[in-house]
C-alpha cells in the first residue's frame, strides 16, 4: 500500500474548497436563470444537483452503516440525521482530514511495518477514506456536472449567446470531469496492495485520454441534441439501457444490499453513457474496443450529418458550429491515441508484476496472503 504525503494532503483540501465552489456555482447560476425568466433552465440544473446529491448521500450513509456495523447505534443515527441534511460528505472529509493529518505530518513510519501497526493502520484509513470520497465524486461528476454541462453547451449553440465566461467555464467542466476520473484512479491505485505507484507521465497520459474521448463524446451529444432533443434523449436511454443490462452481466457485488446494489449498477449505467467504467477488474480488450468504436461511429454519422445533410445549420452559426465541428475531430482522433498509448504502455497489465496483474485482471484469483482491500478490490475505472 502506498503512502499518504503532505502533498495528498494538501490536495485533499483543495478538493474540499473546490466542492464548497462547485455547490455556490451551480446555486448561482441556476438564480441567473430564474432572474432571467428562463425558469426551465434553473429548475433542470437544480434538479441535477438535487438527484446526484440525493444518490451520493445514500451510498455515503450506506458505506458508513456497512463499515461501523456493531459499533454504537447513537453514531450511527447521528450519522444518518448528517446524511439526512446532505452533509454527508463533509463528515467524510472531516475524517479524511483527521487521519490524513496524523499520516502526513504526525507519523513517520519505518518500512516492513505490518498493517496492523498504528502508523500503517492510519495510512490504510486515510487512503480508504480518500477513496471513497473521491467515488462519491466519480458519481457526482456523471450524475451532475455532465448533465449540466450538456445543458450548458445546447444553451450556447441553440441561442447563439456567448461570451469568454461561459468558453471558460465550459471549459473547466471538461477539465473537472477529467480530473475527477484521474484523482480517482490514483486513490484507487493507492487503496489497492500489489500496484505500482501511478507516475506522472501515465497519470498525464490517462489524463489526456479521458479528457479528449469526454469531450468529443458531449460535444456529438450536444450537436444529436440541436437537431433533435428528442433524439438525444433517445440516445442516452438506449446507451442507459446498454450500460445498465451490462452491469447486470457482470453480476457486480459492490454492496450488501440488493436494492443498494441496484442503484449502483443504475449509476454505473449512466456512468457508461460518458466513458469506460470496468466494475469488476477483468480483462475488457474487446468490450474497450467495442465501446469506443461505436462512439467513432455515431460521431463520424454527426459529422456527415453536418457536412451533407444540414448545412444550412453551419452557415446559420458558422464560427461556434464549425469551431465544435474542429474541436469534436481533433479530441477524437487525439483521445483514441492517447488511449491507445496508455494501453499498450502504462496500463497495470503493462507494467505490474505478473501475479499482481493476475489478480487485478481476472478479479477472481485466491485472495489468500492479501490484505483484505475493502469493497474497491475489483472495481477499477480504466
Not at 38 to 64: A, M
Not at 228 to 242: A, Y
Not at 272 to 280: A, D, E, G, R, V
Not at 353 to 374: L, M, W, Y
Request: aromatic share 16%.
Amino acid at each position: 500500500m502506498m503512502k499518504f504525503t503532505k502533498w495528498n494532503f494538501i490536495f485533499l483540501v483543495g478538493g474540499i474548497v473546490i466542492y464548497v465552489v462547485d455547490i455556490g456555482v451551480d446555486f448561482w447560476v441556476a438564480s441567473k436563470y430564474f432572474c432571467q425568466g428562463q425558469y426551465s433552465w434553473s429548475i433542470l440544473i437544480l434538479s441535477f444537483r438535487g438527484l446526484s446529491s440525493l444518490i451520493t448521500q445514500l451510498f455515503s450513509y450506506e458505506w458508513f452503516k456497512n463499515d461501523w456495523e456493531g459499533t454504537d447505534t447513537g453514531k450511527l443515527k447521528w450519522i444518518f440525521l448528517v446524511h439526512l441534511f446532505q452533509c454527508g460528505i463533509f463528515i467524510r472529509y472531516w475524517f479524511a482530514l483527521k487521519y490524513g493529518c496524523q499520516a502526513a505530518f504526525k507519523q513517520n513510519s519505518g518500512g516492513g511495518a505490518s498493517e496492523t501497526d498504528p502508523p500503517n493502520f492510519i495510512q490504510k484509513q486515510v487512503i480508504d477514506a480518500v477513496t471513497d470520497i473521491n467515488m462519491l465524486r466519480v458519481f457526482k461528476t456523471f450524475l451532475e456536472t455532465t448533465p449540466q454541462l450538456l445543458v450548458q453547451i445546447y444553451i450556447l449553440l441553440e441561442h447563439g449567446k456567448n461570451n469568454f465566461c461561459q468558453y471558460a467555464a465550459i471549459f473547466m467542466s471538461f477539465c473537472g470531469i477529467s480530473i475527477s476520473t484521474v484523482d480517482y484512479q490514483v486513490s484507487l491505485r493507492k487503496s489497492l496492495p500489489d500496484e505500482d505507484e501511478f507516475h506522472v507521465l501515465p497519470m498525464l497520459v490517462y489524463l489526456f485520454y479521458k479528457l479528449l474521448t469526454i469531450t468529443s463524446w458531449i460535444l456529438s451529444i450536444s450537436l444529436i441534441t440541436l437537431l433533435s432533443v428528442r433524439s438525444s434523449v433517445i440516445l442516452l436511454i438506449f446507451l442507459w439501457i446498454c450500460g445498465f443490462t451490462w452491469t447486470l452481466k457482470q453480476h457486480t457485488t459492490f454492496c450488501k444490499s440488493m436494492k443498494m446494489e441496484y442503484l449502483y449498477r443504475t449509476v454505473v449505467g449512466i456512468i457508461l453513457i460518458f466513458t469506460f467504467f470496468n466494475i469488476k477488474g477483468r480483462k475488457t480488450k474487446y468490450c474497450i474496443s467495442i465501446y469506443y468504436a461505436t462512439h467513432t461511429v455515431v460521431t463520424l454519422g454527426i459529422l456527415l450529418v453536418y457536412m451533407f445533410w444540414k448545412p444550412s445549420i453551419i452557415k446559420g452559426i458558422d464560427f461556434i458550429i464549425v469551431s465544435i465541428l474542429t474541436i469534436l475531430v481533433t479530441s477524437l482522433v487525439l483521445g483514441i491515441i492517447f488511449l491507445a498509448v496508455y494501453y499498450r504502455c502504462f496500463h497495470p497489465t503493462a507494467y505490474c508484476r505478473p501475479q499482481a496483474c493476475s489478480d487485478e485482471v481476472d478479479g477472481e484469483a485466491e485472495q489468500k496472503d492479501r490484505v483484505k482491500t475493502g469493497r474497491f478490490q475489483n472495481f477499477i475505472m480504466q
